[in-house]
């Protein structure tokens, strides 16, 4: 592994760096397709430096990304790209205090939540020119972010999720692989045993808990909204989804209610957890840190109702519109998300990180790498499981009259309902720390996002119901 420890190429984003800079300012192809690489346009005689906020930091993801970069520099030896670790739990509202500010961000990942507020605000650089450039054909639809008329945020993979099982438990309990939402239930109660829970489930107040939970939702036929913007959660099959998750939290380890993502991981690793909703770095993790699992654990389609849907997390990268080098910096994303350099990237942790661009994702399964090798049928599910994919804030009115179908409108309001603290986290820490009753939280709720979408409404007037299949 490279050294990471110059102080222009790596750096920890704590609370006070983001204060200081506020204050200062359809097919699939069976090849690669070639994207030629934008030829920077320098300025001055000083180095081109562009900041690059990540939250990957997996030393093997950190270790392809050091070598991409210095592959890149040796073609452009007058750009410097400068690392910046963030923690995923707070960088939005970090990154948000110096956008707001015109501070130099540079390339940043950017959160699902947060997208159209900050495309509304202006604090993101029309990202057409790339797409282009790469080629739109080529990106799976749904997986580019577009407001009014423009590409703000590109994608650079998606996590789809599954529900990993310790087989070996089940079958010593004489249990089948759940395949439904009472056959789950029962496992869940069947292994809960001792220092052993059944089932592993984020309870915190983050974005980690609205997700799953939203897959109980889309599953038992409920949506939070229409697609033309009308709320939908006061349906009976939301209630169902809410009592769902409710009775299943029964068999969830002790701290569950301030969870968010790594905890599922862990619990599972450790033998805490019997069975753990995730996308494939928990397989990924498990051959590092607990490789006597990997043949005693299955993995299948979330089952917690008839309606086949799970969750699809798609990872963007966006501009900052105050960036001082804008035509630098959209050439180094473009060179970064194409070609064998992005499979490259996806590929530090297979079946993780998907490929969004067609023309790479016939080559994953046949990527040299033991990993892929062993566990060729964990990454051909979450690929075969990819059109089943939906998010509660980029895919508003998916599911009409109890079948999914996605669509690609964007909730405007979704940083008030989906955010940490928001809505949904809420009602469900009601009901899972504050001892309400399922029913209650979530008429609370329903009342909620009434009260959020009205208000939303009128500060928009000009805003018109998008043209929508119901």
């Keep these: 592994m490279g050294s990471f420890s110059h102080p222009r190429y790596l750096r920890l984003l704590p609370l006070v760096l983001l204060v200081l ?196 939702l889309w599953q038992n036929g409920g949506d939070y909204f229409t697609c033309r913007g009308e709320v939908a959660f006061d349906s009976p099959e939301a209630l169902k989804a809410v009592e769902r998750w409710s009775q299943l939290t029964q068999y969830a380890p002790p701290g569950f209610t301030v969870w968010g993502y790594q905890e599922q991981i862990d619990a599972f690793l450790r033998g805490r957890a019997a069975m753990a909703m995730y996308a494939g770095r928990l397989g990924v993790t498990m051959a590092e840190k607990a490789p006597e699992l990997e043949n005693r654990t299955a993995l299948v389609f979330p089952p917690w109702g008839p309606e086949k849907v799970t969750l699809g997390v798609w990872s963007r990268f966006a501009i900052a519109a105050g960036t001082r080098h804008q035509q630098e910096a959209k050439a180094f994303l473009q060179w970064l998300v194409s070609d064998d350099r992005l499979l490259r990237y996806d590929m530090t942790v297979p079946g993780h990180m998907i490929p969004p661009l067609l023309s790479l994702r016939s080559r994953v399964l046949s990527y040299d790498d033991p990993y892929v090798t062993r566990h060729s049928d964990w990454l051909q599910s979450f690929h075969e499981w990819v059109p089943y994919t939906n998010h509660p804030a980029m895919n508003m009115g998916s599911v009409r009259e109890g079948r999914f179908k996605r669509s690609d409108v964007i909730p405007p309001w979704a940083s008030s309902v989906f955010g940490a603290a928001g809505t949904i986290d809420s009602m469900l820490q009601e009901i899972a720390l504050g001892g309400k009753e399922p029913e209650q939280a979530w008429r609370d709720a329903v009342a909620e996002l009434e009260r959020i979408t009205a208000e939303w409404k009128a500060q928009h007037p000009a805003w018109q119901p998008p043209s929508c299949e119901e």
Aim: with cysteine; net charge negative; glycine share 8%.
């Design 21 to 216: 800079l506020a204050a200062c300012s359809g097919r699939e192809r069976s090849a690669s397709r070639t994207v030629a690489s934008p030829t920077p346009v320098l300025q001055g005689s000083g180095p081109v430096v562009i900041p690059f906020f990540t939250t990957e930091a997996d030393p093997t993801q950190l270790t392809v990304l050091h070598d991409l970069i210095a592959d890149y520099q040796k073609l452009h030896p007058n750009v410097e790209i400068d690392i910046i670790l963030a923690s995923p739990a707070s960088r939005g509202r970090r990154l948000l205090t110096a956008l707001a500010s015109g501070a130099d961000l540079g390339i940043f990942e950017i959160e699902p939540t947060l997208m159209t507020e900050w495309a509304e605000a202006g604090y993101l650089l029309p990202l057409d020119e790339v797409v282009a450039a790469i080629g739109e054909e080529d990106y799976v639809p749904g997986s580019l972010f577009r407001y009014d008329g423009h590409v703000y945020a590109i994608p650079y993979a998606i996590s789809v999720y599954g529900l990993w099982v310790r087989s070996d438990l089940l079958a010593q309990a004489g249990l089948p692989l759940p395949r439904t939402y009472e056959e789950v239930l029962a496992a869940a109660r069947a292994l809960t045993q001792r220092e052993t829970f059944g089932i592993a489930l984020p309870g915190g107040q983050s974005i980690a808990t609205v997700n799953y939970f939203s897959t109980f």
